[in-house]
């Protein structure tokens, strides 16, 4: 067989053409045809983004045969029903079938032949089709609009301008009309620094800027030589000493010639995550400079953002960042009016184990949750987009630990952590991923794998699928991390956290030593939303029905980014795994997923 064109019982594939491939990139040459090869990303990222790269740069076309059905395929040895995967571990397999096979488990060919053309009208059929640049709107309006919660969603191309209208992309916030850029800070896990700088506007790109990472070894020196080009680009290494940790925080420290702005948000800093997929924002108030010979108490939140940012940039012990904890003394955080929950590497006890992970909002809910009348009934959402071991079964973190730490509320209510109102998990299915704006591609940024899935086949009957329709945006997969507490009428809101913590014990920590330590292995940075901040009088937030609709906004509806309630996945449902085929159904756009 040649290598673009390949024929078995699943159909026929063959390698296709990207709009995207450069002129440049090298070829091999096959029997029959000429692959052009693309390089891998410029940048350091995890496995699945780079299999994502790679079938976005070469995509493999799904082709029907005509009159051939797809052959039975072998009895799995690995075949448990519960667990969404029919999985081949068959012996007699190749070396170079060492992924694991993923059964049919679909539609005939006819169906998704009409499926696709379908998806094929209602995809963009051209980049400038719903074009969204980043001064199409005044971003003074796009800021009146997300009072008074400062909360934003990223632009998305390809879904219609109307939901945009709220939404931002990297250059409105970098731009010039939100304050003379003096020097930045960028904290991110994935970053390409050639498109980061790009991003900022032409009399900005020769600011400081510093750039906080968690890379080692072979990926720091190559960031490093990445970053070499530009003298104004510093680098600060986060350190990681705890195996598995990742530095996944994703915040910008904008010091202005008027005063400074915190962002914290869920994007990295590459181009994929600010094109089409479905990213969270909080951007913080203009904050102004304190007069000479302020006492050290001034310009402190109600909320108490200041000393919980400084003690978060504490965490690092850096030289670098201590600088930036003395441009944070000298403004006024005070119209802050969010609360900072924030996830640093280390083993924790006695108080210190209330200031991070799962337990810092423990901490905040228990003391600063008004009385809600029948709490104990509210559902709590968690939504994510890549998952943890959570092991063998819900009791050992999910519904224990984790669990209780989310539906606490208040210092009276006590809420059983094995109550009957499981928490509702959202993380996009298969058929999410297979019909979205980027096709099987935007399960790159999902990384969910075979192997941790197959070890928790209990997870998946909590999982619902992504929908949203109110912002528009059931297309653009999810890269947001969103937590809540909602009435079981879905009308209101109890609390909302966003943030770049997924469902993992490495983002939000777990207990050791008798419950008397808190284990957390990663930076990770959200802001929480309580109604008693924004002084409201029912101590709840209403839910926006149509998140860019002004018809009956009133102050207190909070933009609630995805449809509630959540709708379960069905009998036909898969979570979707990164590093397994998918051959049966063409995705958006007629291609199929065989990662390598």
Request: aromatic fraction near 8%; proline fraction near 8%; glycine fraction near 4%.
């Given at each position: 067989r040649s290598a673009g064109s390949q024929q078995g019982s699943y159909g026929k594939w063959t390698l296709s053409s990207s709009e995207d491939e450069s002129e440049d990139q090298g070829t091999s040459s096959t029997s029959s045809s000429k692959v052009k090869v693309s390089p891998p990303p410029q940048y350091p990222c995890s496995d699945a983004r780079k299999e994502s790269y790679?079938?976005?740069?070469?995509?493999?076309?799904?082709?029907?045969?005509?009159?051939?059905?797809?052959?039975?395929?072998?009895?799995?040895?690995?075949?448990?029903?519960?667990?969404?995967?029919?999985?081949?571990?068959?012996?007699?397999?190749?070396?170079?079938?060492?992924?694991?096979?993923?059964?049919?488990?679909?539609?005939?060919?006819?169906?998704?032949?009409?499926?696709?053309?379908?998806?094929?009208?209602?995809?963009?059929?051209?980049?400038?089709?719903?074009?969204?640049?980043?001064?199409?709107?005044?971003?003074?309006?796009?800021?009146?609009?997300?009072?008074?919660?400062?909360?934003?969603?990223?632009?998305?191309?390809?879904?219609?301008?109307?939901?945009?209208?709220?939404?931002?992309?990297?250059?409105?916030?970098?731009?010039?009309?939100?304050?003379?850029?003096?020097?930045?800070?960028?904290?991110?896990?994935?970053?390409?620094?050639?498109?980061?700088?790009?991003?900022?506007?032409?009399?900005?790109?020769?600011?400081?800027?510093?750039?906080?990472?968690?890379?080692?070894?072979?990926?720091?020196?190559?960031?490093?030589?990445?970053?070499?080009?530009?003298?104004?680009?510093?680098?600060?290494?986060?350190?990681?000493?705890m195996a598995f940790g990742t530095h996944h925080t994703k915040m910008m420290l904008l010091l202005y010639k008027e005063g400074l702005r915190v962002v914290i948000h869920t994007s990295n800093l590459i181009r994929d995550d600010w094109y089409q997929k479905t990213q969270g924002i909080w951007l913080s108030p203009l904050y102004p400079k304190l007069p000479e010979g302020s006492s050290s108490l001034a310009g402190e939140s109600k909320t108490n953002f200041r000393s919980d940012l400084m003690a978060y940039l504490a965490s690092y012990n850096s030289p670098s960042l201590r600088e930036w904890m003395d441009i944070i003394k000298q403004h006024d955080l005070s119209e802050t009016r969010v609360y900072l929950v924030g996830s640093t590497p280390g083993r924790f006890q006695a108080n210190d184990k209330e200031k991070w992970g799962h337990f810092r909002l423990r901490k905040i809910l228990r003391e600063k949750c008004s009385p809600i009348a029948g709490v104990e009934s509210w559902h709590v959402i968690g939504q994510f987009s890549s998952i943890g071991s959570m092991g063998s079964d819900q009791s050992k973190w999910l519904h224990s630990e984790f669990s209780e730490s989310l539906k606490t509320f208040g210092k009276g209510v006590k809420t059983l952590p094995h109550s009957g109102n499981p928490l509702q998990l959202i993380y996009p299915s298969v058929d999410n991923v297979r019909t979205s704006l980027e096709g099987y591609p935007a399960g790159g940024s999902l990384p969910y794998s075979i192997q941790t899935a197959q070890k928790q086949p209990w997870l998946h009957t909590y999982f619902h699928r992504w929908k949203a329709e109110t912002s528009g945006r059931s297309r653009a997969m999810p890269h947001i991390k969103t937590y809540m507490r909602v009435s079981p009428d879905c009308q209101e809101l109890a609390w909302f956290l966003v943030t770049s913590a997924n469902l993992s014990k490495a983002a939000w920590g777990s207990l050791e030593k008798q419950g008397t330590q808190l284990f957390i292995r990663s930076y990770e940075l959200g802001v929480l939303f309580l109604p008693s901040a924004f002084d409201l009088p029912n101590g709840t937030f209403k839910v926006k029905l149509n998140i860019y609709s002004n018809e009956g906004a009133t102050t207190g509806t909070f933009p609630v980014p995805f449809d509630l309630p959540p709708e379960r996945y069905t009998g036909k449902d898969r979570p979707w795994v990164w590093n397994i085929p998918y051959v049966n159904a063409p995705d958006s756009h007629g291609n199929i997923w065989c990662p390598s």
């Open positions: 790679k079938r976005k740069s070469n995509p493999l076309k799904f082709e029907e045969i005509p009159g051939k059905e797809p052959s039975p395929a072998k009895k799995p040895k690995i075949d448990r029903e519960d667990s969404g995967w029919c999985l081949s571990s068959s012996e007699d397999e190749s070396q170079q079938e060492k992924t694991p096979k993923l059964e049919s488990v679909g539609s005939s060919n006819k169906v998704e032949k009409a499926n696709l053309q379908k998806e094929r009208r209602r995809s963009p059929v051209s980049v400038d089709k719903y074009r969204t640049p980043s001064d199409a709107q005044d971003p003074w309006d796009v800021l009146q609009s997300g009072e008074p919660f400062c909360f934003y969603l990223t632009k998305v191309t390809g879904v219609k301008p109307k939901y945009n209208t709220g939404a931002l992309h990297i250059k409105d916030i970098l731009s010039p009309l939100f304050g003379t850029l003096v020097s930045s800070v960028q904290f991110n896990y994935c970053i390409d620094i050639a498109w980061l700088v790009k991003q900022y506007p032409e009399e900005f790109r020769d600011k400081p800027l510093l750039i906080v990472h968690g890379e080692k070894q072979e990926s720091k020196t190559r960031l490093h030589e990445d970053a070499h080009p530009y003298e104004n680009v510093r680098l600060c290494q986060a350190r990681l000493d």
